[in-house]
């Protein structure tokens, strides 16, 4: 499995914008299906997206659809979870996750090889 790692974490007000990077090293991250995950204090951990290895395909959960966009440099090997409109509860810790597979659902949490420590996002009203 590749190693990732998040930055691009931190303060902002509702209604503005964020975008975190979740970047590989070594491996191409294009090879892997990467996902977004967040927890909020005291929450479990959610699935926000979830990206196809070597596609354009992306998969959302639905209370981020139209807000939060996944982009992809791959001369970086690095992805980027692009957020707009940000709400006070989208505040939490973000986490990129990879897989080689994709037998189980995206949204399971306990199928992915590998995470990276985490980027905090935290919104104020």
């Known amino acids: 499995h590749v190693q990732v790692v998040e930055s691009g974490g931190g303060l902002v007000q509702a209604g503005e914008s964020l975008t975190v990077s979740c970047a590989a090293a070594g491996l191409p991250l294009d090879d892997y299906f990467v996902a977004w995950f967040r927890q909020r204090l005291e929450k479990e951990r959610e699935a926000v997206s979830y990206t196809v290895q070597r596609s354009p395909i992306t998969l959302y959960a639905d209370f981020v659809k139209g807000r939060f966009t996944v982009s992809r440099d791959k001369a970086k090997n690095t992805l980027y979870l692009q957020m707009v409109n940000l709400k006070p509860e989208d505040t939490a810790m973000y986490y990129c996750?990879?897989?080689?597979?994709?037998?189980?659902?995206?949204?399971?949490?306990?199928?992915?090889?590998?995470w990276g420590q985490g980027t905090q996002v935290t919104v104020s009203s």
């Open positions: 996750a990879d897989r080689r597979t994709n037998v189980h659902s995206w949204k399971d949490n306990t199928t992915y090889d590998s």
